[in-house]
């Protein structure tokens, strides 16, 4: 009998437990109630008598929506300056102006998306953030470092997530957004070039995917935050689940970083606050993200992801993945091209290795309970929530098997 078949045992319930305590107020990102959430992490942790513990704070984005009706926003002006501007200007300046303005929506999306300092990011609101990070020494010398991840913050529950059905009609409408943003202007330029009004009229159908993302992105804070309890409450009580048993077996030689971040909802700026303090001594370490664990019968690793441009797990990293996850029928899965990041995709970006892990209902390419607000504690799943954790433990423990 593998560890995956083991019967549920006291590290599923704890970890229950804790994302129930977790999700009873949202969580959003850079709010109260995220701070809340690293409070309650730190009280953990103290209780666990680790004493290295460090709260790194910073300005948080406090939404994503915001700067997506920003960036969409100049998509639209780019739209209506074609179709408005070139009777009284002229065809040429107005096409400068077309270009301009999507130039500008296209730059935003690539430095956001790839994780990186944008233009105009002051302007949008911000509020205090914050990580919470652990380090548990080994027994004897350092030689090996892991680093285990799980965000503190949860999401809007923002209309397109609300059914399977509109979360794969936004599945499909993202991706259509964003590389518009490109296609809008050559369409422009090519029905003035030729003459066929046909290429203004595909433009400005995505004029009108435009014009739904930016309405989106201008009235999903009036709706409320998901409880997240499955996204992410699960993987803080799975983290806090492996910082117990590495209280009471510490690893030889692997020193371990537990790190709870703040507002990765609104593009991960807990991990780059990480990144941009601790890179020097973190470089060589292995990152493993837990994501979405509580639900399904399924483990998955994200085999490539990007909002922008597709990012790889690293090969060595992979092989670990299937060699440890080999008996928890571990899958992988890809999530580039759909408009949906993790932390995970930051690492790569930056040029750090790591896994993120995930929990799926077998047949279903949908995350459970993503962004709804029925992510709520009762649909957990303590067995789902124990398997997670048993693997996060083998592959903390590799380096001692090899």
């Known amino acids: 009998m593998t560890d995956a ?6 590290w599923g319930v704890r970890a229950l437990a804790h ?22 992490v730190q009280g953990e942790l103290a209780k666990l008598g680790i004493e290295d513990v460090q709260i790194q704070s910073f ?7 915001l700067f997506l009706s920003l960036v969409f926003g100049l998509a639209l002006v780019g739209h209506a300056a074609y179709w408005m501007l070139r009777n009284p200007l002229g065809t040429w300046p107005t096409l400068a102006i ?43 010398e350092v030689n090996y470092k892991i680093v285990v991840v799980s ?48 290429f203004g009229w595909i433009a400005l159908f995505l004029a009108l995917i435009h014009f739904l993302s930016w309405f989106t992105g201008v009235t999903a804070d009036l709706g409320p935050y998901s409880p997240g309890a499955n996204d992410n409450a699960a993987s803080v009580g799975v983290v806090l689940g492996l910082a117990e048993h590495l209280r009471q077996q510490p690893l030889q030689n692997t020193e371990v970083w537990l790190a709870f ?26 990152f493993i993200n837990f994501e979405m ?44 091209g759909v408009g949906a990041f993790t932390e995970g995709g930051v690492l790569w970006e930056h040029g750090f290795q790591g896994v993120t892990l995930m929990t799926f209902r077998k047949g279903s390419p949908l995350p459970p309970e993503w962004h709804r607000l029925t992510d709520t504690p009762d649909r957990l799943e303590a067995a789902a929530l124990d398997k997670m954790g048993k693997l996060g433990w083998d592959l903390l423990k590799w380096n001692e098997r090899s």
């Open 19 to 40: 994302a129930s305590l977790l999700a009873r107020a949202h969580r959003g990102s850079a709010t109260p109630g995220e701070a809340q959430a690293a409070r309650y």
């Open 293 to 336: 664990p509580g639900i399904g019968d399924q483990l998955v690793y994200i085999k490539d992801e990007g909002v922008i441009r597709a990012q790889h797990i690293s090969a060595s990293v992979e092989n670990l993945v299937q060699m440890v996850g080999k008996g928890y029928d571990i899958s992988p899965m890809k999530t580039a």
């Open 5 to 10: 078949e083991t019967p549920i045992t006291n």
């Open 98 to 140: 077309v270009f301009i303005a999507f130039s500008m929506s296209g730059y935003l999306l690539w430095r956001k998306f790839t994780f990186r300092d944008y233009p105009f990011r002051e302007t949008l609101p911000h509020g205090p953030s914050q990580n919470v990070i652990a380090v548990l020494p080994p027994l004897g």
């Open 261 to 286: 971040t703040g507002c990765e909802e609104t593009g991960c700026d807990g991990m780059l606050t990480l990144l941009d303090k601790h890179a020097a001594k973190l470089r060589d370490a292995l």
């Open 59 to 65: 300005p948080g984005l406090r939404s994503l929506w």
């Open 151 to 198: 965000h503190l913050d949860s999401h809007r529950a923002v209309f397109w997530y609300a059914s399977d059905f509109l979360m794969r009609v936004f599945s499909i409408t993202k991706p259509l957004a964003m590389f518009g943003v490109i296609a809008a202007p050559l369409l422009y330029t090519l029905a003035v070039l030729t003459g066929w009004a046909f």
